[in-house]
């Protein structure tokens, strides 16, 4: 029997955690390339740190020419990314951080292995597994405890980006825990916001006075 009686936590990260603003990178490079060609074979990774980004990894186009053209725009997509995100600070601002683009042609080994023959579809170059899964337990169809850690940063990031808070900045993490019953969700018995801020004056109660609100607007009542 499974058990029905827990408490469950799940962590969410804002847009300006390192991580995610990597992935957000990465992400946006892929898409630039699959808009110029649906077959594009793309393996970027980003790494980041003070006022430097790293772009690297293998990409492939159809035509040579077009794949240095596009090589030479991960430059401004990564700018581009930074300055969505909010970071307009001393150590790191989206105007004057160095990027290095260490993007290449795809191996010819690995493309060999997977260039489509005799009109065959093929796979992309890589491989990878994931699994999933819906649920009922919130009208997003996500787990409760991860759903409510993405929401409440998605809140925050609405009222940084607007100028309603603005002495909050980019980088934020979120951690939820939820008490089931019955392996239904019943209440939430922590959370931790944890979020960069402008002043070094600012102290937990200030933030706190800051972000409780905006918290309690986002979890369901009860």
């Known amino acids: ?19 995610k603003l990597c992935d957000r990178i990465s992400d946006a490079v892929l898409d630039a390339f699959l808009a110029e060609e649906p077959e594009a074979r793309v393996a970027c ?21 077009r794949l240095t053209e596009y090589m030479g725009r991960v430059e401004e997509i990564a700018r581009d990314c930074v300055r969505d995100i909010g970071y307009e600070q001393d150590e790191f601002h ?9 993007l290449h042609q795809q191996s ?8 489509a023959a005799a009109n065959k579809d093929e796979g992309a170059g890589d491989q990878g597994i994931m699994f ?7 009208k997003e169809m996500m787990p409760a405890p991860i759903q409510y850690s993405h929401a409440i ?22 951690q939820l825990s939820l008490r089931y019953e019955n392996g239904k969700p019943a209440e939430v018995t922590s959370i931790v916001l944890s979020t960069q801020h402008e002043s070094a004056d600012q102290t937990s109660d200030d933030i706190r006075a800051i972000v ?10 009860g």
């Open 153 to 174: 940063l998605r809140r925050l990031a609405e009222v940084r980006k607007s100028g309603q808070e603005p002495t909050l900045r980019p980088d934020a993490k979120s």
């Open 212 to 221: 409780e609100p905006y918290i309690r607007e986002v979890l369901p009542s």
């Open 94 to 102: 989206w105007k004057s951080i160095k990027v290095s683009n260490y």
């Open 45 to 65: 990774e980003t790494f980041a740190t003070t006022n430097r980004v790293v772009v690297g990894g293998e990409v492939g186009l159809s035509d040579q020419a």
């Open 1 to 19: 029997m499974p058990r029905q009686n827990y408490v469950f936590t799940s962590e969410s990260v804002s847009e300006g955690h390192p991580d």
């Open 108 to 115: 010819a080994h690995i493309a060999q292995g997977v260039d």
């Open 132 to 138: 999933g899964y819906a649920t009922d337990e919130t």
